[in-house]
């Protein structure tokens, strides 16, 4: 996926009205996303971003132990200036959904095994009952 493409989806599911703003969830959505991926799928994974965000994913944050889903949405509130819990959760499904959809499907169910119950939420993919 190019660069603008990638943007362009993630600021219109954000509704962001600039494009800065976008930046700024996806670099640090995908900073702590690649803390929390390995291997294969996280190299695949880069593979079909943007080169800039799949640098980014490639050389994440640290993270001592997997963060569940509200406690990622939590770090990613933590990083973002004036984030509340409710405006970074939009901000990292926002991000997550674009992510999941230049991942596919069968990449999707890889990433989900490596990630703590619940992600499939945050990457707008549901499971169903």
């Given at each position: 996926?190019?660069w603008q493409?990638?943007?362009d989806?993630?600021?219109?599911?954000g509704e962001y009205?600039?494009?800065?703003?976008?930046?700024?969830?996806?670099r640090?959505?995908l900073?702590?996303?690649?803390?929390?991926?390995v291997?294969?799928?996280?190299?695949?994974?880069a593979?079909r971003?943007?080169e800039?965000?799949?640098l980014?994913?490639?050389?994440?944050?640290?993270?001592?132990e997997?963060?569940?889903?509200?406690?990622?949405?939590r770090?990613?509130?933590?990083?973002?200036?004036?984030?509340s819990?409710?405006?970074?959760?939009?901000?990292?499904?926002?991000?997550?959904?674009v992510?999941?959809?230049?991942?596919?499907?069968d990449l999707m169910?890889?990433?989900?095994l490596?990630?703590p119950p619940?992600?499939?939420?945050?990457?707008g993919r549901?499971r169903?009952d």
């Open positions: 996926m190019r493409a990638f943007l989806a993630v600021r219109e599911r009205p600039t494009a800065h703003e976008a930046e700024r969830a996806a640090t959505v900073a702590l996303l690649g803390a929390h991926l291997g294969e799928e996280r190299a695949e994974l593979a971003l943007p800039t965000f799949a980014i994913l490639l050389n994440p944050l640290q993270a001592a997997p963060l569940d889903p509200e406690r990622f949405v770090a990613t509130a933590a990083w973002i200036d004036g984030a819990a409710e405006t970074a959760k939009w901000d990292v499904s926002a991000v997550l959904s992510v999941a959809d230049a991942a596919g499907e169910s890889r990433v989900l490596q990630l619940g992600y499939e939420l945050l990457f549901p169903p």
